[in-house]
């Protein structure tokens, strides 16, 4: 399967993929109107794309007394064709596991209509880097892949720029976000890029929630071969951004219009940077190891009115203590940040759309 060339030029152009949530009842279970309607709300706010099967979607869904893979695939998926946009919308499908497992879901993803599949190498800690490699080339002939260098801290591993220099040989590798949080380990991606004949084919998305907005202006530059090679993060595809997401959005376009203008600049650009980190901190918990991270997520749409409650298929997830009071310091200390007035004018609208619509 080749990938789409409007949604290629999208990923390159750079855009907001918001990592999607999993919206649940009291009982734990699937709550299908809000989590259909949380697709509509990322459509509405400007993103680009969703991610669905990702962490923030909770990898609990693939435990077979859950089974909610094909499930969350399929409400997302009927959600972006109802809307019928008139603009290029890529649909991310999580895909995860041994390389069975990962094959399997690639073509599940294929079934439904997924542009491209972002590939976790997280818990396949007995893999050697050349096995990494082929479990990618297995699951690149089912998708287009787009790579994932997950963070040691929640799971991943620490991986070689010779590991990134193979990979990124790889035919159908589209896309690397990189959600290191290490900017030793974010250079060794972008330098094997760099180095690689495929370097203008393969689009950089920042996951480093801790560096989002100096990860989006900064220009890696490289001396290759005698020639200088520039690469940038385009754009994101990030768990901060399933919140907040309308204010993200312009934030990304203040970020691309400072770039083409090739403004020096960024002073004011990285004050907000510290800002956002500050909230990323607070919502992701990262001082409790990120324990609260997806509670602190829904807490944010709880709030909005776009999850009825917090919580998660397990039910020790909650927030850390002291979360709360942190989440509500950072909502009065930067408001400029939070789309709670978009939120509510959009629930105000969807209610009124899906009147009348039934969903099979």
């Not at 999208?10 to 649940?24: R, S």
């Not at 279970?29 to 909770?58: F, I, N, P």
């Not at 620490?158 to 959600?179: G, M, P, R, T």
């Not at 990304?252 to 990285?270: G, H, Y």
Request: charged fraction near 25%.
């Amino acid at each position: 399967m080749e990938l789409q060339s409007t949604i290629k030029e999208l990923l390159h152009k750079g855009t907001i993929i918001p990592a999607h949530p999993l919206a649940l009842d009291a009982n734990r279970t699937l709550d299908e109107e809000r989590q259909r309607r949380l697709t509509r709300y990322y459509m509405a706010a400007g993103a680009g794309g969703v991610a669905v099967g990702v962490h923030t979607t909770q990898f609990e869904i693939r435990k077979p007394e859950i089974n909610l893979l094909e499930t969350v695939y399929k409400l997302a998926a009927e959600e972006i064709e109802r809307a019928q946009l008139n603009r290029p919308f890529a649909k991310v499908a999580g895909i995860v596991g041994p390389t069975e497992q990962a094959t399997r879901e690639a073509e599940l993803a294929v079934q439904y209509g997924y542009h491209i599949g972002l590939v976790s190498l997280g818990g396949l800690k007995e893999y050697s880097e050349a096995d990494l490699i082929k479990h990618v080339r297995a699951v690149a002939e089912i998708i287009p892949v787009f790579g994932f260098y997950l963070q040691p801290a929640v799971g991943g591993r620490i991986l070689s720029y010779d590991f990134w220099k193979e990979f990124a040989q790889i035919e159908n590798v589209q896309a690397i976000k990189v959600a290191a949080f290490n900017r030793y380990q974010t250079l060794d991606v972008v330098r094997a890029v760099c180095g690689s004949p495929r370097k203008d084919e393969i689009a950089l998305y920042t996951g480093n929630d801790d560096n989002i907005v100096a990860d989006l202006i900064t220009p890696y530059r490289f001396s290759i071969d005698g020639q200088k090679v520039e690469k940038r993060f385009v754009g994101g595809l990030l768990g901060h951004w399933a919140v907040w997401t309308r204010k993200s959005v312009e934030l990304l376009n203040e970020i691309k219009q400072s770039v083409a203008e090739r403004s020096s600049d960024f002073e004011e650009l990285l004050s907000k940077g510290i800002e956002v980190t500050d909230m990323n901190e607070v919502i992701f918990d990262a001082r409790n190891a990120f324990h609260g991270c997806i509670p602190g997520i829904h807490e944010v749409l709880r709030r909005q009115g776009l999850l009825e409650g917090r919580w998660c298929l397990d039910p020790h997830e909650e927030l850390s203590p002291g979360q709360m009071e942190e989440i509500d310091r950072v909502y009065k200390m930067y408001p400029h940040f939070t789309d709670d007035a978009f939120v509510k004018e959009f629930l105000e609208k969807d209610k009124e759309q899906v009147k009348g619509i039934a969903f099979v």
